[in-house]
Nanobody, 123 residues
Framework: QVQLVESGGGLLQAGGSLRLSCAAS????????MAWFRQAPGKERGFVAA????????YYTDSVKGRFTISRDNAKNTVYLQMDSLKPEDTAVYYC????????????????WGQGTQVTVFS
């Protein structure tokens, strides 16, 4: 059984930093595409960042490029999202996802999802 458990969310002032973690069980994160999506109240779930399987490239939505970094610790079977220079518009529930490939920007490419972690940024 595959489980993805996110942690690290919180409440903080604009300009601050957070690191989200996604601990996986039942699935080796290095072998699959891993991604972060987010969903703000009243909005659809949207792509934030992804890292391809093995030594593949990373991808980011334009609004987080240069501020967010996705990474993977194979020994801990965990994926991270380092978020710097946070803005109020980054406020959302952040979800970790794991997929077998395809369009990494699309929620439909991911079979497994975590429960989400809340990030709230105030000005």
């Amino acid at each position: 059984q595959v489980q993805l458990v996110e942690s690290g969310g919180g409440l903080l002032q604009a300009g601050g930093s957070l690191r989200l973690s996604c601990a996986a069980s039942g699935r080796t994160v290095s072998r699959y595409a891993m991604a972060w999506f987010r969903q703000a109240p009243g909005k659809e779930r949207g792509f934030v960042a992804a890292i391809s399987s093995f030594s593949g490239p990373t991808y980011y939505t334009d609004s987080v490029k240069g501020r967010f970094t996705i990474s993977r610790d194979n020994a801990k079977n965990t994926v991270y999202l380092q978020m710097d220079s946070l803005k109020p518009e980054d406020t959302a529930v952040y979800y970790c996802a794991s997929g077998d490939g395809g369009n990494l920007y699309n929620t439909g490419s991911y079979a497994y999802w975590g429960q989400g972690t809340q990030v709230t940024v105030f000005s």
